[in-house]
């Protein structure tokens, strides 16, 4: 029987995955057994511990994924089968990237990333990239954010502003970036890690959207320890396996309040005495902040 060796997934396309295996770098194709077993989400990807042995002395092959401890994932875009779309598995924590300039900084969206680290107990750091670019006032709802105890890093990937702390901030873990096509992404990784030369695209004229320039995800070693992972710009999001009971627990300026509604099992939309809607109404509670909760919640819903 071959002997199986551990390994980190550092690459995954159709059939086939690039396994680091005590510092090398392996390409493995997936055992057909694997393949073959029914499942509701993706079967391995970036960020994957996985078990590979070589039955044959010479090519690789994955015999088993380890459970996963943590995930950055979404439902499955589209109108197919309900099925979980997973970016990142085993992460310390999602670095949500954003923008000053174009794509403009969308908050909705930015509350969906955020909301979806919480659930699935992922550290996150809001990005601010392009700070050479950042105009009087665009600042004003950062202290919302740290105030919620979510830390907001400046950066400029052009310029180099703030590039210590984030890279600092880097080592040692496993890290993704997130966020929509054109705020960066890849220009951020390029300054951390020179020697990728990822691809940069410009932002469409048209829509003033970014385009997407990152094909398939892929996970880095950093010089100083730890991966840092390119997903693939995300126009769309959508919550995984997320309970509508749960979603209040995924605001966490809503804790303090929760249990002084009157009603144990509260939605903190409608009903009376709710501690929550006090909070917002005298201005503890962020108003727009929780929109995004109500529109979450109605989405869920539907």
Known sequence: ??????????RATAGFVDVRIDGDVVQARLRGRLKNTPRTTDLCV??????VSQPDGQSFVVVEVLPRESRFSRRQPGRGPN???????????????????????????????LVIAEHQGVQPVIVMNKADLCEPGDLSWQETYESIGYPVLTVSAETGQGMDALTGALQGKISAFVGP???GKSSLINRILPGLDLNIATISDHHGKGRHTTRVASLHVLPEGGFLADTPGIRELGTWALPIEHLDQCFPEFTEYREQCSFRSC???????????????????????YESYVRLRDETNA
């Open 181 to 183: 096509s054109g705020v």
């Open 1 to 10: 029987m071959a002997e199986t060796m551990r390994g980190l997934v550092v």
């Open 46 to 51: 970036i960020g994957d511990q996985v078990m």
């Open 267 to 289: 939605s903190h939309t409608h009903e009376p005495r709710c501690a929550v809607i006090d909070a917002v109404d005298a201005g503890d509670i962020d108003r727009e902040r």
């Open 83 to 113: 099925k979980e779309d997973v970016l990142v598995a085993n992460l310390d924590q999602l670095f949500v990237t954003f923008c000053y300039g174009r794509p403009a900084l969308n908050m909705r969206l930015l509350d969906r990333f």
